[in-house]
T-cell receptor, first 113, second 111 residues
């Protein structure tokens, strides 16, 4: 089983719909992150959380919200999806505190029509 | 503003060639530089560099950091088709441990 699991793997939806992407991890890491990846733009940070009570905005948080339901679960919501939110979304975790690498899930490919 | 710049953005080589991927960074309170390989799915961790001049090596891949000139390189020798991927570089500052990613280098290795 994967250490970082994202669901769904693929999603196609319409403009204006509310969408939730989920991430769960079995690594026991405190820190969790949501990124989006667009072709040629690398990974951009949406939100991150260092524990259940800690939520922080990343560089592109507008139009998104998150919930850290438990240490192992971190979900990303698009309240009213728009086409320019079409992207590949990654969840990542890292052990903290400390200078540790982040470990990524396999991604959710989201298309908004 | 923190940023990481990778070059080239795209590279096509033949099997057996040696390639060098470049990463320059401007990260406040810099702590480490990380390299990832991304094939069809999740980026997978390759190296983390924290000290200048100390080479990290794994098989045909190696990487080194220059903290004075603010850059890192990733070398791949005797490339194989399985090395085809996007290689991502990321800098970490001390502020909350965030990673700042470059745009990646798309490496294509032809047989």
């Amino acid at each position: 089983d994967a250490d970082v699991t994202q669901t769904p793997r693929n999603r196609i939806t319409k403009t204006g719909k509310r969408i939730m992407l989920e991430c769960s991890q079995t690594k026991g890491h405190d820190r969790m992150y949501w990124y989006r990846q667009d072709p040629g733009l690398g990974l951009r940070l949406i939100y991150y959380s260092f524990d259940v009570k800690d939520i922080n905005k990343g560089e592109i948080s507008d139009g998104y919200s998150v919930s850290r339901q438990a240490q192992a679960k971190f979900s990303l919501s698009l309240e009213s999806a728009i086409p320019n939110q079409t992207a590949l979304y990654f969840c990542a975790t890292s052990d903290g505190p400390g200078n540790q690498p982040q470990h990524f899930g396999d991604g959710t490919r989201l298309s908004i029509l | 503003e923190d940023k990481v710049v990778q070059s080239p953005l795209s590279l096509v080589v033949h099997e057996g060639d040696t390639v060098t991927l470049n990463c320059s960074y401007e990260v406040t309170n810099f702590r480490s530089l990380l390299w990832y390989k991304q094939e069809k799915k999740a980026p997978t961790f390759l190296f983390m560099l924290t000290s200048s001049g100390i080479e990290k090596k794994s098989g045909r891949l190696s990487s080194i950091l220059d903290k004075k000139e603010l850059f890192s390189i990733l070398n791949i020798t005797a490339t194989q088709t399985g090395d085809s991927a996007i290689y991502l570089c990321a800098g970490r500052g001390s502020t909350l441990g965030r990673l700042y990613f470059g745009r990646g280098t798309q490496l294509t290795v032809w047989p």
